[in-house]
């Protein structure tokens, strides 16, 4: 399966008095990369969540948004500090001693210094939380999978339709290259006619000069690479099983073939020739462009 880099997925789960809401959403990226944002109470999660976003995605940069919340009456609780009240009480009564005062503190005033009370949120259960927020994860994955499956297919689809083209291409560059040579050896045999003004000329040192024309202008091995380099990228696409994404293998492909059109265009000294390799120059430059967004 071909899937694209960019894609999005979001879940909502609610067990009892708990929601969670998971949200994923992801761009190019040459590596993996996962940025996420969550409560810090789910901290202690964090290594679970990656190991199991992990199961959803190769490549890209991810953001992953996760949202909690309790409607429970029990999700904080008030703390009474009795030794911090016990303090101020102390030393309350110290200062009325000192200024011969009436110490008339209530416990209402008395209760309003800080840390006298506290909040304090009960501890989660972790198996119970885990069980929810796993739920979540699982529903905006599958979600953020599809989507990016669907947009692998288009992408996948385009892209067999370029490497029909450049094998085209390739097939008249094959067809016409022997042509070139023939209509070298006939204008070399004219030229040289008209300089000797009919005589007779040496056919071996004409084959000579083929040859040498020949040799310089030969592109039958960057051809048959290109064609080799098509068909695996072709097959690849089909395929699309590499347990690291096949982005990868289809970008060296792309710089292979890149590499062999610019030997073939360097090669050439026929109009037609060097038309069909700048064709393919501009399909290539088309495909690797459309492999940056493949995972």
């Not at 885990?130 to 297919?153: H, M, N, P, T, Y």
């Not at 085209?168 to 045999?189: A, D």
């Not at 080799?228 to 293998?249: N, P, Q």
Request: aromatic fraction near 8%.
């Amino acid at each position: 399966m071909v899937c694209s880099m960019t894609g999005f997925g979001r879940c909502e789960v609610i067990e009892g008095q708990r929601k969670y809401t998971v949200e994923i959403k992801s761009v190019n990226n040459r590596y993996l990369d996962i940025n996420i944002k969550m409560p810090k109470k789910f901290n202690a999660f964090e290594a679970s969540i990656r190991s199991e976003l992990k199961n959803y995605m190769k490549r890209g940069k991810v953001d992953v948004y996760i949202s909690y919340e309790d409607f429970s009456e029990s999700d904080s609780r008030v703390k009474y500090n009795k030794a911090i009240a016990q303090e101020y009480y102390k030393y309350l009564s110290e200062m009325a001693s000192d200024f011969g005062m009436d110490n008339d503190v209530r416990i209402s005033v008395l209760s309003r210094f800080p840390e006298v009370f506290t909040m304090e949120e009960e501890e989660l259960d972790e198996e119970e939380v885990w069980s929810g927020l796993e739920k979540a994860i699982k529903g905006a994955g599958k979600q953020f999978l599809d989507s990016r499956a669907k947009e692998g297919e288009f992408l996948s689809n385009d892209l067999a339709l370029k490497l029909d083209g450049m094998l085209e291409n390739v097939e008249y560059i094959t067809e016409r290259s022997p042509e070139i040579i023939k209509e070298y050896k006939n204008k070399l045999r004219e030229k040289i006619q008209d300089l000797l003004d009919d005589k007779q000329v040496d056919e071996n040192r004409l084959a000579m000069e083929v040859t040498i024309f020949a040799d310089k202008v030969c592109v039958d091995e960057e051809l048959t690479r290109l064609r080799s380099h098509v068909l695996a990228t072709k097959d690849a696409l089909k395929s699309g099983d590499d347990k690291d994404g096949i982005g990868r293998k289809l970008d060296f492909l792309a710089q292979e073939m890149n590499r062999e059109a610019n030997t073939i265009l360097s090669k050439s000294t026929d109009l037609k020739i060097s038309d069909r390799g700048i064709a393919l120059k501009t399909d290539i430059e088309k495909v690797r462009e459309q492999i940056q967004n493949i995972e």
